[in-house]
Nanobody
Framework: QVQLVESGGGLVQTGGSLRLSCAAS????????MGWFRQAPGKVREFVAS????????SYTDSVKGRFTISRDNAKNTVYLQMNSLNAEDTAVYYC?????????????????WGQGTQVTVSS
């Protein structure tokens, strides 16, 4: 079992920045690929970014490329999502997820463990 706890969400103005953190416990963190997803009201959960277990490979959905950066610190069992130039369309609950594997993964169904989510609200 892997337990995931997100933090760092909040209210920010358009153009602002936030850094989300996801702390993992329970198993060897470095064995797990990690992903960030988000879900806005009335919408399906969508992929945001993913990073391989060693941190050498990452992928982003097109709408966040150049604005968001995913990273991880395996010594601290934590994955981060740095979000810059935020806009109203980024408003959602953000979830981190984990699965064993050496690559990065896009689909929610590919992940085995999920956090409870953290709310990000961008005001115009």
């Amino acid at each position: 079992q892997v337990q995931l706890v997100e933090s760092g969400g909040g209210l920010v103005q358009t153009g602002g920045s936030l850094r989300l953190s996801c702390a993992a416990s329970g198993r060897t963190f470095s064995l797990y690929a990690m992903g960030w997803f988000r879900q806005a009201p009335g919408k399906v959960r969508e992929f945001v970014a993913s990073i391989s277990r060693g941190g050498t490979m990452s992928s982003y959905t097109d709408s966040v490329k150049g604005r968001f950066t995913i990273s991880r610190d395996n010594a601290k069992n934590t994955v981060y999502l740095q979000m810059n130039s935020l806009n109203a369309e980024d408003t959602a609950v953000y979830y981190c997820a984990a699965r064993s594997g050496s690559h990065y993964y896009y689909s929610p169904s590919q992940y085995d463990y999920w956090g409870q989510g953290t709310q990000v609200t961008v005001s115009s």
